[in-house]
């Protein structure tokens, strides 16, 4: 892991959204990361103000104040450029955070910023689709309905600001749906291929498929075929580089996005693809 400088120049990308939904939290991050190091503070109005300060950072660390949608849609604009290998991210979370904890970045604002000025750079692999979109933490299918049901935070105020902000979610995933009009999953008929090997057909239906990056270039792959009352079957599980599903129309949800329908998709791990700031183990 290499580690940082405090005295390292900070660009700090503060998401519109974390403005407008906890500002307070906003504050104290940016206080503690302007005390530690120099930064340069941007408050982006949309999506093409964020991604113009992210592509013009020099040799800036990159920070983003934000939730999980935020940090998302940072590395999908970093890997669109072809800019991931050289750059290590930071995020400060800000709102649902589920998948920037799940990666190891602490909770709570004081504890973040700090893991950023002290932390170290983790190498991460990534998962790319055929579409060129990015998975940092799970995939499943169908999406899961219980996170479906959460709503969608986006930036009040202006209703300008509020299409162009829904307007970058629409160019990051192919055909996204929004998360409340998600139909309740059930059955599906997929054919699952790891690295060009069935691990289930058509013929058989499942509950779900998830989709996992791990370490060393792999992801872990879980089927889990359709039990009738009172059966039970161990879920199919699989490991390799390459993870095509074929279906009827299905969709799928990758880190804080709903996707689809679609009738086919191949996710590939791309292995250290991406680097992400972190504490220094203990």
Same mark, same amino acid.
């Given at each position: 892991?290499?580690?940082?400088?405090?005295?390292d *120049?900070?660009?700090?990308i &503060?998401?519109?959204?974390? +403005? *407008?939904?906890?500002?307070?939290?906003?504050r104290?991050?940016?206080?503690?990361?302007?005390?530690?190091?120099?930064?340069?503070?941007?408050?982006?109005?949309?999506?093409?103000?964020?991604? +113009?300060?992210? +592509?013009?950072?020099?040799?800036?660390?990159?920070?983003?104040?934000?939730? !999980?949608?935020?940090?998302? =849609?940072?590395?999908?604009?970093?890997?669109?450029? =072809?800019?991931?290998?050289?750059?290590?991210?930071?995020?400060?979370?800000v709102?649902?955070?589920?998948?920037?904890?799940?990666?190891?970045?602490?909770?709570?604002?004081?504890?973040? #910023?700090?893991?950023?000025?002290?932390?170290?750079?983790?190498?991460?692999?990534?998962?790319?689709? !055929?579409?060129? %979109?990015?998975?940092?933490?799970?995939?499943? &299918?169908?999406?899961?309905?219980?996170?479906?049901?959460r709503?969608?935070?986006?930036?009040?105020?202006?209703?300008?600001?509020?299409?162009?902000?829904?307007?970058?979610v629409?160019?990051?995933?192919? +055909?996204?749906?929004?998360?409340?009009?998600?139909?309740?999953?059930?059955? #599906?008929?997929?054919?699952?291929?790891?690295? %060009?090997?069935?691990?289930?057909?058509?013929? *058989?239906?499942?509950?779900?498929?998830s989709?996992t990056?791990?370490?060393?270039?792999?992801a872990?792959?879980?089927?889990?075929?359709?039990?009738?009352? %009172?059966?039970? *079957?161990?879920?199919?599980?699989?490991?390799?580089?390459?993870?095509?599903?074929?279906?009827?129309?299905?969709?799928?949800?990758?880190?804080?996005?709903?996707s689809?329908?679609?009738?086919?998709?191949?996710?590939?791990?791309?292995? =250290?693809?991406?680097?992400?700031?972190?504490?220094?183990?203990?």
């Amino acid at each position: 892991m290499a580690t940082f400088a405090t005295s390292d *120049q900070l660009l700090v990308i &503060i998401d519109p959204a974390a +403005r *407008q939904g906890d500002g307070e939290s906003v504050r104290i991050a940016k206080d503690v990361l302007s005390a530690g190091a120099t930064t340069k503070v941007c408050l982006p109005e949309g999506p093409e103000e964020f991604a +113009r300060a992210l +592509r013009r950072r020099g040799s800036r660390r990159p920070v983003v104040i934000g939730d !999980d949608r935020a940090l998302v =849609r940072a590395v999908t604009l970093l890997h669109r450029h =072809r800019e991931l290998t050289g750059c290590a991210l930071a995020v400060v979370p800000v709102g649902e955070a589920a998948l920037a904890e799940s990666l190891g970045v602490p909770a709570g604002p004081v504890a973040a #910023a700090r893991a950023v000025l002290e932390g170290a750079e983790r190498r991460l692999d990534l998962l790319v689709d !055929d579409s060129d %979109g990015v998975v940092l933490g799970a995939l499943g &299918i169908p999406p899961v309905r219980a996170a479906a049901a959460r709503p969608v935070a986006v930036p009040e105020g202006h209703p300008w600001l509020r299409t162009r902000y829904r307007s970058l979610v629409r160019t990051l995933a192919p +055909r996204p749906t929004r998360l409340d009009a998600v139909p309740a999953p059930g059955p #599906a008929r997929l054919r699952v291929e790891v690295d %060009g090997e069935t691990v289930v057909d058509l013929d *058989q239906p499942v509950e779900a498929v998830s989709v996992t990056p791990g370490d060393g270039g792999t992801a872990s792959v879980e089927v889990r075929p359709l039990t009738g009352p %009172g059966a039970e *079957q161990s879920p199919l599980l699989a490991a390799g580089r390459t993870v095509t599903v074929v279906g009827t129309d299905f969709r799928y949800r990758a880190d804080a996005m709903v996707s689809g329908p679609v009738r086919r998709r191949t996710w590939t791990v791309r292995e =250290r693809a991406w680097g992400l700031t972190l504490p220094v183990p203990g």
